[in-house]
């Protein structure tokens, strides 16, 4: 079946530097989610994408939707150790289940 | 406004016994689902329901049993615990059919199957 593919899986990052995750997929998107998940704690919405090329900014954070509505990229500006956690996308397949990323695990070093 | 409200936090179960997970949201959302989080897996889709009545099944839904009788509950059973059923399970919900909304999560039942 169809498969959202996140990437990287971990990444380690001095406080201050920028981090990327990416989410792609095989097929055309109708719309893509991102969340962040704290340690030990539950995922939290960030934010949903629609339009194809569409860029949003959450203060340091910046999300991207592919022109070919196939991939998405969140783009964190200058980490800080608020930003540790798991930061998932997630996809609707078009049958009205939200299938999610393996996440993208994101840890500061001070 | 609670929002999703999930119980137990935290369960050990031994192998064979059954339980129900309860999940309760007070924002008249009619989309309600059940995922599985397990290391280095993300987030598995159970079942899910789209209104009050109508329940379907997600990724990984054997093993578990759910029902919606009214919008706000949606309780998910564990028929004969396992040892691969050992996970952290989340509710969540969305505000219509489809999710074009962003979802609301519990806060997480952790289960342990000894």
């Known amino acids: 079946g169809q498969q959202v593919m996140q990437i990287p899986q971990y990444q380690h990052v001095q406080e201050g530097e920028d981090f990327t995750t990416y989410c792609n997929s095989s097929t055309t998107l109708s719309n893509i989610q991102w969340y962040k998940q704290r340690p030990g704690g539950h995922p939290v919405f960030l934010i949903q994408?629609?339009?194809?090329?569409e860029v949003k900014k959450q203060k340091r954070l910046t999300f991207q939707f592919g022109e070919a509505k196939k991939n998405s990229s969140l783009h964190i500006t200058a980490t800080q150790t608020t930003d540790v956690g798991t930061y998932f996308c997630a996809v609707d397949l078009g049958n009205e289940k939200l299938t999610f990323g393996t996440g993208t695990r994101l840890t500061i070093i001070p | 406004n609670a929002g999703v409200t999930q119980t137990p936090k935290f369960q050990v179960l031994k192998t064979g016994q059954s339980m129900t997970l309860q999940c309760a949201q007070d924002m008249n959302h009619e989309y309600m689902s059940w995922y599985r989080q397990d290391p280095g897996m993300g987030l598995r889709l159970i079942h899910y329901s789209v209104g009050a009545g109508i329940t379907d099944q997600g990724e990984v839904p054997n093993g578990y049993n759910v029902s919606r009788s009214t919008t706000e509950d949606f309780p998910l059973r564990l028929l004969s615990a396992a040892p691969s059923q050992t996970s952290v399970y989340f509710c969540a919900s969305s505000y219509q059919t489809g999710p074009m909304n962003g979802y609301t999560f519990g806060s997480g039942t952790r289960l342990t199957v000894v």
């Open positions: 994408l629609v339009k194809s090329g």
